[in-house]
């Protein structure tokens, strides 16, 4: 009795090891979660360290995460809220709005302890005022928090008259402090972060958010209240505005106009799209979104090191963007399911 080995067949022969050189093909690449992002991101930084000695310094590198730390905190609550199929295009003009009252609370002499309870307030409310209008109107999100937008940029101006108000030392150290070497703000971001990260994944809270997203009235028939989780999700939107709007007043250290504000809320709106959250909803990711804050941060200090003429910042950050944006739909694409 003899045993035959079978032979291996055409496909297990042709199919190159593990380790090959397949492995690194483009295509490879880019079904790794983010990697298009990712590849845009390491370039951008190799480019800017071989042409300006003081990008790599740990100064400029923490005040590059002290500038996106803002950015960041909004970014964060407009990733769940986009990923539920919302959108809140005010969450600048209610941080622009927070700067402002906040400014004027504290420059009367108020307390920084109430003006931190007041103005959270105040954004939160907001917030809720623009779910409601959204939830109960059925007006578009998009068209509805665009509004809202233009309306607090003009209250903002209206609180300030116009003019600049300072606040002191009060939120000096939230602004300017740091623990173990780093800023208080980008803690305070990190933490954001890192909540609404683990509340998408792991709790009902954020399933709900990603059944909404997928198909509103599947996610209603299936017993989710979506009136409820809609409110909450845009009053969530506005009380990380108004942190956003602190953060920002305690950087600067007074309130101006035009701090804040639409420019705000578009940086913001760029960096969870390009870092893959679907403007359709049913998808989104904090981790996308952290690489696309950092990558508009990057790209805005290179451009302040390289000494780029100012007439050509935006034309050169919209073209970054716009490549990382069209990688990253190549890279969705391919992914498994598509």
């Known amino acids: 009795m003899s045993l035959k080995t079978p032979s291996a067949s055409p496909d297990a022969v042709a199919r ?3 380790g090959g050189t397949s492995r690194l093909s483009p295509q490879a690449l880019l079904r790794i979660p983010h990697g298009g992002l990712i590849v845009v991101l390491v370039l951008v930084c190799v480019f800017t360290a071989l042409n300006a000695d003081s990008f790599t310094t740990q100064q400029n590198l923490l005040n590059v995460l002290r500038q996106i730390s803002v950015t960041a905190v909004i970014a964060a609550g407009l990733t769940l809220l986009m990923t539920a199929g919302g959108m809140d295009f005010s969450m600048g003009s209610n941080a ?3 700067v402002s009252v906040g400014a004027v609370l504290l420059s009367d002499g108020h307390s920084t302890l ?3 309870v007041l103005t959270l307030l105040l954004a939160t409310l907001i917030g809720l005022v623009n779910g409601l ?3 109960f109107t059925r ?4 068209v509805a928090t665009l509004a809202s937008a233009m309306l607090l940029d003009g209250v903002a101006l209206l609180v300030l008259n116009g003019e600049s108000i300072t606040i002191g030392d009060k939120l000096f150290a939230l602004g300017n402090s740091k623990l173990l070497g780093i800023p208080y703000l980008l803690i305070v971001a990190v933490l954001v972060l890192a909540v609404i990260g683990l509340a998408m994944r792991f709790t009902t809270f954020g399933r709900d958010a990603f059944a909404m997203g997928g198909n509103e009235n599947v996610a209603r028939l299936s017993g989710i209240n979506v009136p409820a989780r809609k409110l909450a999700l845009y009053a969530l939107a506005g009380a990380l505005a108004g942190l956003a709007g602190l953060m920002l007043l305690s950087r600067l250290g007074a309130a101006a106009p035009n701090t804040g504000g639409l420019q705000t809320q578009l940086t913001a709106v760029a960096a969870v799209v390009i870092g893959g959250t679907s403007l359709a909803g049913g998808h989104g990711s904090i981790f996308g979104t952290v690489l696309g804050c950092v990558l508009l941060g990057v790209v805005a200090n ?4 390289l000494q780029v003429n100012s007439y050509y910042q935006y034309v050169v950050t919209g073209g970054v963007l716009l490549i990382a944006a069209v990688v990253n739909e190549f890279q969705r694409k391919s992914a498994p399911g598509h």
């Open 16 to 18: 190159p090891p593990e």
């Open 114 to 116: 109430v003006t931190v």
């Open 96 to 98: 622009a709005v927070t």
């Open 302 to 305: 290179a451009l302040n090191l």
């Open 133 to 135: 209008v959204v939830t």
């Open 139 to 142: 007006v578009a999100p998009f």
